[in-house]
């Protein structure tokens, strides 16, 4: 039987040879909690059975219908009677990862998914705050400390800037000394950023001001592989989340309809009016319990300080992220 072993913690890339699903060993590790389905297709969850984050699940199929990405794993609980669940492959990481290609099937995937600098996108992953500390974060110091007049409470937070490699699907990272996740973020490496950038990022990504350490995942896992210094890479991401937060996308539409429900639509005629039309289909919508938690902006390889967030969502070539999760309708959390 031929395998294609994968041994470091992110490390995959396959081919669209691979069935929808596939049989393969490894480790499930949950960052975030997310719906275990029995049968992912009819959206069924006996138990309404959720991923805890941290814990550690072991993989027995993935389903890797589109080329080059993993979209799912199916994993090992211990609820019975269907202790079997579906899961999406972004709710954790994937380690030492096995995937069976019985029936003459080749090895997939770019074996450069780890080195820096040679990634072909860019997505802009900013975060609602109200909606992380409900759903994930309840027990976070940087939540305990939400209040309604907060920065966070009202603007995108900075959950990640991360460079991607199309053949390397989800899995391009890790391009530095440190290849596989620790058991907590801040067992990482500490960081050397200037006193400015620290404090700026501080306001922007609350868990490195709350001492949880989001930031060193975030450098490790993705700005290892940016090419830049860790001081440039945290300023350009929070470069870009500024022009979000300034813009009327957030002023007229996002802080009007705090606390509230609103629609698909509405969201595609303020962000279009704002980025340009078309620009809306650049943007992932991510959604917990129909309650808005991020949203994913695809961004093409090239960026820089100067550059204006109209002109990267209208830049060609650039594939988006897909529609997200969200419903047609959904919620805008706003800090109880």
Not at 176 to 201: E, I, Q, S
Not at 303 to 326: E, F, Y
Request: charged letters at 20%; one cysteine or more.
């Amino acid at each position: 039987m031929k395998m294609m072993i994968i041994s470091t913690a992110l490390a995959l890339g396959l081919t669209s040879h691979y069935a929808a699903a596939t049989p393969a060993k490894g480790s499930f590790i949950a960052s975030q909690s997310c719906d275990m389905y029995q049968s992912k297709r009819k959206g069924t969850n006996p138990g309404s059975l959720e991923s805890s984050p941290g814990e550690t699940y072991p993989i027995i199929e993935v389903d890797a219908q589109e080329a080059h990405q993993v979209n799912w794993v199916r994993v090992k609980t211990t609820y019975n009677p269907s202790p079997d669940r579906w899961v999406s492959a972004s709710c954790g990481d994937l380690s030492n990862l096995v995937v069976d290609s019985r029936g003459g099937g080749r090895q997939g995937g770019d074996p450069q998914c780890h080195y820096p600098g040679i990634f072909d996108s860019h997505v802009l992953a900013i975060s609602w705050q109200p909606a992380f500390c409900e759903f994930t974060g309840r027990n976070k110091p940087e939540c305990k400390s939400l209040t309604p007049n907060r920065w966070d409470a009202s603007h995108f937070t900075l959950h990640g800037y991360w460079p991607n490699k199309k053949s390397c699907g989800r899995n391009y990272g890790s391009c530095g000394r440190v290849k596989t996740k620790p058991a907590t973020f801040c067992d990482y490496p500490a960081l050397d950023l200037a006193a400015d950038v620290r404090a700026r990022l501080g306001k922007v990504m609350p868990s490195e001001a709350s001492g949880t350490c989001l930031q060193r995942h975030e450098w490790w896992k993705h700005g290892t592989c940016s090419g830049l210094s860790e001081d440039n890479y945290f300023t350009l991401a929070m470069n870009l989340l500024q022009q979000v937060n300034e813009s009327g996308f957030v002023s007229d539409y996002i802080d009007q309809n705090i606390g509230k429900q609103t629609d698909r639509s509405a969201f595609q005629a303020a962000f279009d009016k704002e980025f340009g039309e078309g620009s809306y289909h650049r943007v992932a919508l991510q959604c917990k319990q129909g309650i808005l938690t991020e949203l994913q902006i695809a961004l093409p390889k090239d960026v820089t300080d100067t550059d204006k967030m109209k002109d990267l969502l209208s830049a060609p070539g650039v594939v988006g992220n897909g529609q997200g999760n969200c419903p047609d309708t959904f919620g805008i959390d706003a800090v109880n």
